[in-house]
């Protein structure tokens, strides 16, 4: 039924359809007296009085109407008695934030006035209803756990942006970030909150105090005797910094952890509930009631087994009950309360989703019976409702709540119908909902119940001498095995608890990305599809509102569900359609990137901007891929990039007007802003196509519709009848094979995007517990091994140490458990394998991609980039848990990627500076290990010898650092003085991170300096400007370097202290680091090919070699005389300058001058012109 007005008279004037009783068979309807039997049954009265069948009235549909209202009315409160204001409390109904006068600062506050986001320092708000009298209570629902103050304040408290609540007097605040609580002074009070938590502040203003509870558990009563009496009264408030985000329930939904004798601000709707819970029995009697006709008597039966099948008596007796149902299910305190606690009632006997057909039953006779939009509000508020149990529910060795929560929204989303209206309507524009695939970390492990998972802990407790945990060690005792194991066991059973909740979310994204539910419209998944889509744009637009950022920690677990599900339908398309390619070998195909069916916002292209890339590659787009632009276009979207920035400063500006004056509007806390531009490419690129593989004739332009990414169809995505959907314009170089359903590329290149917006920061900032772990390791070791040498009579010394012992091992104790989680949910070896797909995807995507020549610059720039990181992850932030030589394929992997990082980093179709650089950090980083070093040997023989061209280019006109970094690396090991790890002076310092690429071992690459020689030794114009500017940048680096040594020395010697600026002497410590490697450059020169010194037929051999000699004089001059600057900068031994002494630069030279030496004297004939004369 569609929506045709508003209030219960709508929906009643379709339920009357049996008022004519004179013709009850004919229209389905049973006799008279098992209807009134039926009836009397689904509606027993609550009365006291003769209980007898045949001392009740008949009861037809006539009288049912009366009947019902009747039975609702019993215990209903009088009108009179239901408005009176409650005792000891004054203001309005319903209870939200103040946001009109009652705030400081400058505030987000959601469209329901209850959810705030702090946008300045210390921004404080207040609610719009106080107390004097009695005992009161609400709910603060924690989104993030940054630096909050929580609870109360009087009318007269004055905030600021640095004093909020709590810091003035007649205020009163618990603080979790620092576990303290406050009222102008402050003392130590409660435990530490997380994202996820529920503060509940009480106030009892007969006693006089204050308490706090987290989750349930009274953190103790936090202030007595607060102040009361006439004119005194307490509003809930609270201050947050930056960033932070808070929900408040007031009673506006029943609060979670309800205290006995505490009264929520808002009033309950008692009179609503109570018409709820009956109607709800009474929809409990017709499920469990059926009618035999034939016995004509009534039959008990199992709920769970109900069906919807059209019987009419059963349909008018629910359409009676629905007439006063459906708009109570409006109402987010009663579909909370009422709803989705029968729901979850259905799934409690546990089994499988399938096996509970009811709710799926129930949902049809939702569409059946109430009106569109009250269904649509109803299953709205119902998600909200299940999102927020799902993500505030306490963590529990079984993973209870969140398991019941989310069988609960898979048998919801099961239901076509409903599944697409959520879809379209409220997962992604209401809703967060990437909540409900987020796996929450607990902060205490011991609520979590992982002390009883995990009863053994364990962690490393044996290092290498560069303080590294030994992968094997060979030292372990019986006793260390033994708890290692029993530690791995726990870990084990978590992780498998873990699985249970995660197959739940894989469930759920199976669901939203069926394809073949279209009986009731457009497929899940094409809308799914756009609203990713939409999402994406969101959290990679820099123009979107602050606080629609998705949480990185949310994009990890929706990453690797979605990568699950995506690839679970790939294979299940690819068994149906057995030519195309299993999702081992997926990738993304290059048309995607230069077609106009795919917006990629306003992120970056290899080759620039994509308005200069559609003007000066039209051509090839023409001739390559048969895509035609049309030159009016061209400029239009010229035009139209030239307009971006002003027209979203103006879109911003009214936004930012308001923002000055106060507290802020804006989209809900769950929901996505609109953006300033949105779809700028596909609505004003005009993208026409010939029809693909055409003989060589003239193209023919056919329009492509281009339509905003929330307005594509299945059409535009998939294609049908000749047209190619998403892979319009195939190139030539790309394979004519089917691949997989288009939708799922275009997921698949969302996902790629996702890893890049944040989900790889998040990985990286995860990796912070395992070095805790380390760190407090190494501190316990070092302990214990005071404690056994400290001597017996300093029994205080003794007694210090084992104190430390006590809290080192405690802290481990917790550490080693919740690592054991975020191993679980992160770091698994599941979870690496994704990653790794991913990367796999990415190197083939660039591979296609970079076959079609000069269209591969309209590939994004985030495809290298997660190539790079994804890389990088699973090297450094999954081992040693999992190690990378274990993938499959884990070599010719590696092999692949050093063909991409060898060839792309000089590639002059890529223009962006960062990119270039990060490519050649990643090959300088590549080089440095021997695996991936290796991997860098086994491309082919002439993308090494381009690779090795590219490094020897001149160095002026373009970054030379890393260049010059990675030609060290391939020398180190082989050098004069060179097999060092870590310069001879520091051995006896620990590292910082010994992860390092500058602190691996030497492993130098014979096969890559012997095509550096040949190079040197056949082009000699190349060999001189190559060594002509290493000679240069040399002369620049060490005169860089003097130069700051000497304003160094003189800062020193000054009588007043002086402290030298940090930023200084690290700039001084890296032009030091350059002169030595430039100087291990020339010596892997000279060594390699001595005779572009030393063969005088060179022209410029002389010139170089004189120049040589005057620089390494320049070097000995200033570096060898006693009690000279250098000697006494080395001497003052400042931090920042560790790295410069006199060995790292003496032994460079001295390399150079020994193999000059050398080599000239086993050439002499060469350095002697005329003895070569003579002999002629």
Known sequence: MSSKGGGTALTRRNYRLSSDTDKPRSTGIVNEKLLSDYLHHVFPSTKQGPALASLRKPLGFQ???????????????????????VEGRLGPQPVVLDHTSGFEGLLFVDDDLLGVIGHSNFSSIRATTCVYKGKWAYEVLISSQGLMQIGWCTLNCRFNQEEGVGDTPDSYAYDGNRVRKWNVTTTNYG????????????????????????????????????????????????????????????????????????????NPPTADLMKAHKLLGYIKNVLATAIDTQEEKLLEKDCAVWRLHGEPTVLVTLAHIFNHFAPLMCKVYLVEDVLMDFLLGILEGGGSVDEHPLIQQLLDLFWLLMEDYEVNECLKQLMMSLLRAYRFSPIIPDLGFQIHYLRLTTAILRHEKSRKYLLSNVLFDVLRSVVFFYVKTPLRVKEAGLEELIPTTWWPTHFDKEGKDEREPKEESADERLRRRAYERGCQRLKKRIEVVEELQVQILRLLLNNKDKTTGEASRYIFLNKFRKFLQENASNRGHPTALCPPEYMVCFLHRLITAVRSCWDEGNRKSPGS???????????????????????????????HLKKTLKDDLASKANIIIDPAEIQTTSMDDLDEDEESGAAQRPFGAAAMGGALARPSWLSSPTLGRANRFLSTAAVSLMTPRRPLTQPEKVKVRTLAVEQRTEEDIEGSHGNDGLLLGRPLEEPDQPIADKSLLEIVDGIVMMYNLSVHQQLGKMVVVSDDVHEYAVALKDTEEKIARCPARRADILEELQKSQKVFAEKLNHLSRRLAWINATIYSKE??????????????????????????????????????????????????????????????????????????????????????????????????????????ERIPEEQRVAMMRNLLAPYEQRPWAQTNWILVRLWRGCGFGYRYTRLPHLLKTKPEDANLPSLQKPCPSLLLQRHMAELLSMDKDMAASFLNSVLNQLNWAFSEFIGMIQEIQQAAERPERNFVDTRQLKVCATCFDLSVSLLRVLEMTVTLVPEIFLDWSRPSAELLLRRLAQLLNQVLNRVTAEKNLFDRVVNLRLPGLESVDHYPILVAVTGILVRILVDGDRQGGLLLPWKRKSSL
Not at 234 to 254: C, D, Q, T
Not at 836 to 865: K, M, Q
């Open 63 to 85: 009288d049912l109407g009366a009947h019902l209202e009747r039975l609702l009315s019993e215990g209903e409160p009088a009108e009179e008695s239901r408005d009176q204001p």
């Open 191 to 266: 435990k530490s909150w997380a994202a996820g938590d529920i503060v509940s502040c009480l106030i009892d203003l007969d006693e006089g105090t204050i308490t706090f509870c987290l989750n349930g558990q009274s953190l103790g009563t936090a202030f007595t005797n607060i102040k009361t009496g006439p004119g005194v009264a307490y509003f809930p408030a609270i201050s947050l910094s930056f960033k932070e985000s808070v929900a408040f329930n007031f009673g506006s939904r029943p609060l979670r952890y309800p205290v006995e004798g505490y009264l929520p601000l808002q």
């Open 581 to 611: 390619i299993s999702s081992e070998d997926a990738y993304v195909p290059p048309q995607l990137f230069y077609n106009g069916k795919v917006d990629y916002f306003d992120l970056q292209r290899l080759g620039g901007l994509l308005s």
């Open 831 to 936: 979870k690496m394998l994704d990653v790794y797909w991913l990367l796999c995807v990415c190197i083939r995507t660039i591979e296609h991609a970079d076959n079609t020549g000069s269209l591969f610059a309209f590939a994004p720039e985030f495809y290298l980039n997660v190539a790079m990181n994804a890389y990088s992850a699973l090297k450094n932030y999954f081992s040693p848990a999992n190690s990378m030589e274990e993938l499959p394929g884990y070599e010719e992997t590696l092999t692949q990627l050093a063909a991409i990082l060898a060839k792309h980093f000089a590639d002059p179709r890529i223009v962006g500076t960062d990119i270039k650089d990060s490519l050649m950090q990643a090959l300088a980083s590549y080089v440095c290990y021997p695996q991936s070093l290796r991997a860098v």
